[in-house]
Nanobody
Framework: QVQLVESGGGLVQVGGSLRLSCEAS????????MGWFRQAPGKKREFVAA????????YYADSVKGRCTISRGNAKNTQYLQMNSLKLEDTAVYYC????????????????WGQGTQVTVSS
């Protein structure tokens, strides 16, 4: 089994930055693709970004492209989401996910999920 734990969420003002982290334990995920999703109040969970196991390919939702960067740690058991120029609409619970298959923007591709970390952007 794989356990994913997110951290780094918090309260930030519009235009600010946050770096989310996701640490995997229980089994090495160095060969797993990983991704970030988010769910705002009253809305469905949506894709944010994904990265392949080697970190060689990344994919972003249009809503965050140019403002967010997904990356993996050297040990490949961690992933990060650097978020800049945050907007009010970025307020959501952010979830880390991992897959043994191909990454993509569909939740169905991911077998493992974290519990989420709250990001709140205020004016």
């Amino acid at each position: 089994q794989v356990q994913l734990v997110e951290s780094g969420g918090g309260l930030v003002q519009v235009g600010g930055s946050l770096r989310l982290s996701c640490e995997a334990s229980g089994r090495t995920v160095s060969s797993y693709g990983m991704g970030w999703f988010r769910q705002a109040p009253g809305k469905k969970r949506e894709f944010v970004a994904a990265i392949t196991w080697a970190g060689s390919w990344t994919y972003y939702a249009d809503s965050v492209k140019g403002r967010c960067t997904i990356s993996r740690g050297n040990a490949k058991n961690t992933q990060y989401l650097q978020m800049n120029s945050l907007k009010l609409e970025d307020t959501a619970v952010y979830y880390c996910a991992a897959t043994t298959g191909l990454v993509g923007d569909s939740e169905a591709r991911y077998e493992y999920w974290g519990q989420g970390t709250q990001v709140t952007v205020s004016s």
